[in-house]
């Protein structure tokens, strides 16, 4: 059975550095493209990018391009979102999430997600 | 690119049919069939019902179609159920490795 596992809630302080991970099983993690997708408090979603762990080939939504950096380790089966930086605006519920193969914007298995808040 | 444009919400009672729609412009929706949809129930995952335009996964209800015409993409859900009151996103290729979501719609079920 396929599964994305996510790392746990975060509350950071803005400034701080953070990474957050997927782990992922029940397939062959390096065949897939996977990504990450931002859902602010009581927002809609937001593609942020993609990553293929068998080669790191990394694509950026423009909008994140910058503020972050998505990151995969395929001996571990995991990927990563990473900020050097954050921002309060950075609060938001992070979800990882595994591509449908020959397609684009399908997402066909998600992870759980990771809720991160920052604040003074 | 901006955010594909969705209605912020749609109405129908059990049993009818409703359409959402999705515009974009010639360099998303109108020029790629990499269309999807996703249903989002509050405090849950999304889960993808509709992709390729009008492909549903396995186990999606036939209850759910898609399709597109130009720069716009709809989902159709035909007899209303109960338990499709939520919100639904629409998702699209843009080129040069890029997808971006609409803003999401809340169904209601009257």
């Known amino acids: 059975e396929v599964h994305l596992v996510q790392s746990g809630a975060e509350v950071k302080k803005p400034g701080e550095s953070l990474k957050i991970s997927c782990k992922g099983s029940g397939f062959s993690f390096t065949s897939y493209w996977i990504g990450w997708v931002r859902q602010m408090p009581g927002k809609g979603l937001e593609w942020m990018g993609i990553i293929y762990p068998d080669d790191s080939d990394t694509r950026y939504s423009p909008s994140f391009q910058g503020q972050v950096t998505i990151s995969a380790d395929k001996s571990f089966s995991s990927a990563y979102l990473q900020w050097t930086s954050l921002e309060a605006s950075d609060t938001a519920m992070y979800y990882c999430a595994r591509h449908v193969p020959g397609t684009w914007g399908a997402i066909d298995y998600w992870g759980q997600g990771t809720l991160l808040t920052v604040s003074t | 690119q901006s955010a594909l444009t969705q209605p912020r919400s749609v109405s129908g009672s059990p049993g009818q049919s409703v359409s959402i729609s999705c515009t974009g412009t010639g360099s998303d929706v109108g020029r790629y069939n990499y269309v999807s949809w996703y249903q989002q129930h509050p405090g849950k995952v999304p889960k993808l019902i509709i992709y390729d335009v009008t492909k549903r996964p396995s186990g999606v209800p036939d209850r759910f179609s898609g399709s597109k015409s130009g720069n716009t993409a709809s989902l159709t859900i035909s007899g209303l159920q109960a338990e499709d009151e939520t919100d639904y996103y629409c998702?699209?290729?843009?080129?040069?490795?890029?997808?971006?979501f609409g803003g999401g719609t809340k169904v209601t079920v009257l």
């Open positions: 998702c699209s290729y843009a080129g040069n490795s890029q997808v971006i």
